[in-house]
């Protein structure tokens, strides 16, 4: 089953609905703490949803993500990519966990920022996790994920960290920088709980930077949800970026994006998230709001 966030078709805030398989919209009533605990541990029918269906060309797609919802991501975490990084031989012993701000994130089709304080601009595809309800005792963390989506956790390469380490606030944080989607895929369509094997890709103007299977993680996603849920108890909403493959500009030397390039991630199940690149902004601008 797939879930998504929109807007229009009569509806004047943006709202949560199921998509058919022929493409219509179900609207969900209702925020997504009150009804993605039952979606859980129930099924879509406990459920309730609006009567009439919208076609989904008659809407906007959202990033499958809304308030009170936090947004939690774990780096370092694909094998290759701690290869190509010089890790390997010293693989981190704990997940590298950081915190991402709500207004860092975007929808599929929407320009992704370009702060003036950076030259180096990279990408990174990413499989996302969905918090449903909380995490419990006796049970894989991962039975408490909505389902999955697409994530581009695009980062800022040449941000000096203050003490001499990384700077993650100013390398992952910006506002409008991360996208997120194109909607949620519940895991009874991907064999369930625990760590997803599928395709992961990224593309920049058709060349293909990055590629990998999501079962070739350092940490699967129940070590990560774990990890995340002692320090911050997990509620429905959440999301948790797990990692990215190799293939990034950093690891490359070059390739970092420029104003108009073209973005392509892809997992295989899920589906696909495009954006474009903004133009640089001017030092001193700010965000547009």
């Known amino acids: 089953m797939r879930i998504g966030r929109f807007v229009g ?3 004047e805030t943006p709202f ?7 493409g219509n919209i179900q609207p969900i009533v209702g925020s997504l703490p009150a009804w993605a ?9 406990a459920v309730t949803t609006e009567k009439k269906s919208l076609p989904l060309d008659a809407l906007t797609v959202l990033a499958p993500f809304d308030l009170p919802g936090r947004v939690f991501a774990c780096g370092g975490n694909y094998i290759e990519h701690l290869r190509a990084a010089g890790f390997l031989d010293d693989p981190p012993r704990v ?8 207004s860092s994130i975007i929808g599929t089709e929407v320009a992704i920022r370009y702060p003036s304080y950076t030259e180096q601009l990279d990408y990174e595809v990413e499989l996302v996790g969905v918090i449903g309800r909380p995490l419990r005792a006796g049970e894989a963390p991962s039975a408490a994920l909505l389902g999955y989506t697409v994530g581009n956790d695009v980062s800022v390469r040449d941000a000096p960290g203050p003490l001499g380490g990384l700077d993650f606030y100013v390398m ?5 920088i991360s996208p997120l989607g194109p909607w949620i895929v519940t895991p009874d369509e991907l064999d ?3 760590q997803p094997a599928l395709k992961i890709s990224l593309s920049c103007n058709g060349e293909l930077r990055q590629i990998d299977n999501t079962k070739n993680v350092l940490f699967d ?3 990560l949800l774990t990890y995340v849920d002692e320090r911050n108890r997990l509620r429905a909403g959440d999301i948790l970026f797990t990692g990215t493959p190799s293939g990034t500009a950093y690891e490359r030397g070059d390739g970092y994006l420029e104003p108009g390039d073209l973005l392509v991630a892809e997992i295989e199940g899920i589906g696909v998230l495009c954006n474009a690149v903004g133009e640089r902004e001017t030092p001193g601008a700010g965000v547009e709001r």
């Open 16 to 22: 949560w609905g199921v998509i058919s398989p022929d």
């Open 95 to 102: 997940p590298v966990a950081y915190l991402k701000v709500d």
């Open 172 to 176: 992952k944080a910006a506002d409008g």
């Open 37 to 45: 605990p039952l979606v859980v541990d129930e099924g879509i029918d």
């Open 192 to 194: 369930g709980p625990g």
């Open 9 to 11: 078709g009569g509806h």
């Open 221 to 223: 996603i129940d070590e």
